[in-house]
């Protein structure tokens, strides 16, 4: 699991729902721009089943269960 969700988990564990805003000014950069690392990062997390998104904009994204064991296995 890389440094940046780790971030998305640890908001998450403390908000229960979060939204990009809240995300992207913890982000690390990786090499791209700021917006670039956000968005990956967070597909990485919804294509590996740990969190969803809700189909609204702007978009609350929050843990399946999957990601809830995730949380306690990562942090």
Known sequence: ????????LQL??????I????IEPKMH????????TTFSTICSLI???IMTSENKHPALYSLTAYGRS???EVL
């Open 1 to 8: 699991m890389t440094p940046n969700e780790k971030v998305i």
């Open 12 to 17: 998450l564990k403390e908000k229960g729902r």
């Open 19 to 22: 939204t990009y805003a809240e």
């Open 29 to 36: 950069m990786e090499g791209h721009d700021k917006y670039w």
């Open 47 to 49: 294509q590996a089943g």
């Open 70 to 72: 995730k949380l306690i």
